[in-house]
């Protein structure tokens, strides 16, 4: 029986689910069944496939088989195992339609949280996706015919290999007596440097740490106690307005708010002691700064949160440094260079992924806050990655101009990106935090990897969209027939009054013979923000 029930749409961009919660261990009553309609019409599954999706920060996809319950009537079932609540809190899911291995649609997100279980733990992994039944079939198929092998190779070559381990065996037996025989010729030399071995003793054990552990040789423990003490490993660079040397602490806890849920915090609410760790500050001028600490500070996968325009706080899993600036007449920032692309977007929404990305056929090139339409959720994946999996769309009336138009809302990933920056600045509109965004980034950067065709021969174009003259401008291209990259580094000044970068690709025209193709890998923009204050 199903604990969950709902109707999910292949083509409306929302459900009425509501948020559904599962606990973890609930591997078999975690039953969800759903109706899946197209333009309110009950979807057609006879002869397909249907699979459960998800994606866990930062690495770990999933994917499993749902048991299709009534064909015609759009019908599925899914139970949810460890796989699919693996970590705990708010998840996004949905289902992908597949005839054999080819995909053909997918149904909106859907909203379930993970509720924690007392005998659970989160898991860590390397990504995956995969179709277990699948991979179980083809792994028992290379097991079988490897071992057949395996038997007939050691039938015809037994008397072979037995001749060669009598050979190993006489070879070592013979250099275990070479051995023997050196070693008691040097036998008073050795024990007169190391009367009892204590000396090698004491040598072995200084490789042994019981915070660090055992290390692959004392030079290397002594290299990081050094990097220990030292504080020379570079945390970040700071920008302010002190017109001198500010003084400075670094603080360190572990667990509190936005590292863990409540319920997962082992040192309870406010997470754990603070902590003034050792740093060494450079002072570059009278206006920046860089702090360093020692090397066991150095996060490699750390998060800048928005502290204030004086702290700056980085966060790693449940480890925190804070920055602070102890001056009272001081306002500082850091700046950040953030990657905008098209993973994890659902087309039709801008919930997950607030950027999209329009093909258009035409004879000039549109005008971009006017122009309709939307990619489909299996493109953007494409778009996503660098990857060699290619987009391919073609224009083939004569004079028709293949685009790919590329919407960039910088306004919006901000203000998700970094909670309370806005506000810090009074700027609680729209165009207010349009205006605070041109002062705050200093740097915009589209890029687009792909190439293009047409009636005059290979080549692609990338132009940008001037919101002031309403017209495209630069001229980024190549005339390769592979994949190369191509970008456009600019500044504010093309960042509309509605908050977005507008880019555009595109190929040379159809002569109606010749069709006009665009071809495209990956699709990014790159903006450079100063976080913080002044």
Same mark, same amino acid.
């Given at each position: 029986?199903?604990?969950?029930?709902?109707?999910l749409?292949t083509t409306e961009p929302?459900?009425q689910?509501?948020?559904?919660?599962?606990?973890?261990?609930n591997?078999n009553?975690e039953?969800?069944e759903?109706?899946i309609?197209?333009?309110?019409?009950?979807?057609?599954?006879s002869?397909?496939?249907?699979?459960?999706?998800?994606?866990f920060e930062?690495?770990v996809?999933?994917?499993k088989?749902?048991e299709?319950i009534?064909a015609k009537k759009?019908?599925?079932?899914?139970?949810?195992?460890?796989?699919?609540?693996?970590?705990?809190g708010?998840?996004e899911?949905?289902?992908?339609?597949?005839k054999e291995d080819?995909?053909l649609d997918?149904?909106?997100?859907?909203t379930?949280?993970?509720?924690?279980?007392i005998?659970?733990r989160l898991?860590?992994?390397?990504?995956?996706i995969?179709?277990?039944?699948?991979?179980?079939?083809?792994?028992?198929?290379?097991?079988d015919?490897?071992?057949e092998?395996?038997e007939?190779w050691l039938?015809?070559?037994?008397k072979?290999?037995?001749?060669l381990m009598?050979?190993?065996?006489?070879?070592? +037996?013979?250099?275990?007596?070479?051995f023997?025989e050196?070693f008691?010729?040097?036998?008073?030399?050795l024990e007169?440097?190391?009367?009892?071995g204590?000396?090698l003793?004491?040598?072995?054990? +200084?490789?042994?740490?019981?915070?660090y552990?055992?290390?692959e040789?004392l030079?290397?423990r002594?290299?990081?106690?050094?990097?220990?003490?030292?504080?020379?490993?570079k945390?970040m660079?700071?920008?302010?307005?002190?017109?001198?040397y @500010?003084?400075?602490?670094?603080?360190?806890?572990e667990?509190?708010?936005?590292?863990r849920?409540?319920?997962?915090?082992?040192?309870g609410?406010?997470g754990?002691n603070?902590?003034?760790i050792d740093f060494?500050v450079?002072y570059?001028?009278?206006y920046s700064?860089?702090?360093?600490v020692?090397i066991?500070?150095?996060?490699?996968d750390?998060?800048l949160?928005?502290?204030g325009?004086k702290?700056?706080?980085?966060?790693s899993?449940?480890k925190?440094?804070?920055?602070?600036?102890l001056?009272?007449?001081v306002s500082?920032?850091?700046e950040?260079?953030?990657?905008?692309?098209?993973?994890n977007k659902?087309?039709?929404?801008?919930?997950?992924?607030p950027?999209?990305?329009?093909?258009d056929?035409?004879t000039?090139l549109?005008d971009?806050?006017?122009?309709p339409?939307d990619?489909s959720? +299996?493109?953007?994946?494409?778009?996503a990655e660098?990857?060699?999996d290619?987009?391919?769309?073609?224009a083939?009336?004569k004079?028709?101009?293949?685009k790919?138009v590329e919407?960039?809302d910088?306004?919006?990933?901000?203000?998700?990106?970094? @909670?309370?920056?806005?506000e810090s600045?009074?700027a609680?509109?729209?165009?207010?935090?349009?205006?605070i965004?041109?002062?705050?980034?200093s740097?915009v950067?589209?890029?687009?990897y792909g190439?293009?065709?047409?009636a005059n021969?290979s080549?692609?174009?990338?132009q940008?969209?001037n @919101?002031?003259?309403?017209?495209?401008?630069?001229n980024?291209?190549?005339?390769?027939?592979t994949?190369?990259?191509?970008?456009?580094?600019v500044?504010?000044?093309?960042l509309?009054?509605?908050g977005?970068?507008?880019t555009?690709?595109?190929?040379? +025209?159809?002569d109606?013979?010749t @069709?006009?193709?665009?071809?495209i890998?990956y699709?990014?923009?790159e903006?450079?923000?100063?976080?913080?204050?002044?």
């Amino acid at each position: 029986m199903a604990k969950w029930a709902g109707t999910l749409s292949t083509t409306e961009p929302y459900n009425q689910l509501g948020i559904l919660k599962a606990r973890q261990g609930n591997k078999n009553s975690e039953v969800f069944e759903f109706k899946i309609v197209q333009n309110g019409i009950p979807y057609d599954l006879s002869g397909f496939r249907v699979f459960f999706c998800t994606h866990f920060e930062p690495y770990v996809s999933v994917e499993k088989n749902a048991e299709i319950i009534d064909a015609k009537k759009g019908i599925i079932r899914f139970t949810m195992d460890d796989d699919c609540m693996q970590k705990i809190g708010r998840q996004e899911g949905y289902f992908e339609i597949y005839k054999e291995d080819t995909f053909l649609d997918a149904t909106q997100n859907f909203t379930y949280t993970v509720q924690t279980s007392i005998i659970k733990r989160l898991m860590d992994g390397e990504s995956y996706i995969q179709r277990l039944e699948d991979l179980l079939k083809k792994l028992q198929e290379a097991m079988d015919k490897s071992q057949e092998e395996v038997e007939k190779w050691l039938e015809e070559n037994r008397k072979k290999i037995d001749d060669l381990m009598k050979e190993m065996d006489q070879f070592f +037996a013979d250099k275990k007596i070479e051995f023997n025989e050196w070693f008691e010729s040097v036998r008073e030399i050795l024990e007169s440097i190391d009367p009892g071995g204590i000396l090698l003793s004491e040598i072995t054990k +200084a490789r042994s740490s019981e915070r660090y552990g055992t290390f692959e040789n004392l030079d290397k423990r002594l290299e990081f106690a050094e990097a220990v003490f030292a504080a020379d490993t570079k945390l970040m660079s700071i920008n302010h307005n002190f017109r001198g040397y @500010p003084k400075i602490r670094v603080l360190y806890w572990e667990y509190g708010m936005a590292t863990r849920p409540l319920e997962m915090e082992p040192t309870g609410i406010g997470g754990g002691n603070v902590q003034m760790i050792d740093f060494n500050v450079e002072y570059l001028d009278p206006y920046s700064l860089v702090v360093k600490v020692p090397i066991t500070y150095k996060f490699s996968d750390q998060e800048l949160v928005f502290a204030g325009n004086k702290r700056f706080r980085l966060i790693s899993d449940y480890k925190v440094l804070q920055v602070e600036l102890l001056e009272d007449d001081v306002s500082a920032y850091v700046e950040q260079t953030v990657t905008l692309d098209f993973k994890n977007k659902v087309s039709g929404s801008m919930v997950e992924n607030p950027h999209k990305i329009i093909g258009d056929r035409g004879t000039a090139l549109p005008d971009p806050e006017t122009l309709p339409g939307d990619t489909s959720t +299996a493109g953007y994946k494409k778009f996503a990655e660098l990857d060699g999996d290619i987009v391919n769309v073609v224009a083939t009336d004569k004079g028709e101009i293949m685009k790919i138009v590329e919407f960039f809302d910088i306004v919006t990933d901000i203000d998700r990106r970094y @909670p309370g920056l806005f506000e810090s600045f009074g700027a609680t509109t729209r165009e207010q935090q349009v205006v605070i965004t041109r002062n705050l980034v200093s740097s915009v950067t589209p890029v687009t990897y792909g190439y293009g065709s047409g009636a005059n021969g290979s080549k692609l174009t990338m132009q940008i969209y001037n @919101p002031r003259s309403k017209t495209w401008v630069g001229n980024s291209a190549h005339t390769e027939a592979t994949t190369n990259k191509l970008n456009l580094a600019v500044d504010t000044y093309y960042l509309g009054d509605d908050g977005f970068v507008y880019t555009i690709v595109y190929a040379p +025209a159809s002569d109606g013979a010749t @069709p006009s193709v665009v071809n495209i890998d990956y699709v990014s923009l790159e903006y450079k923000l100063k976080v913080g204050g002044i």
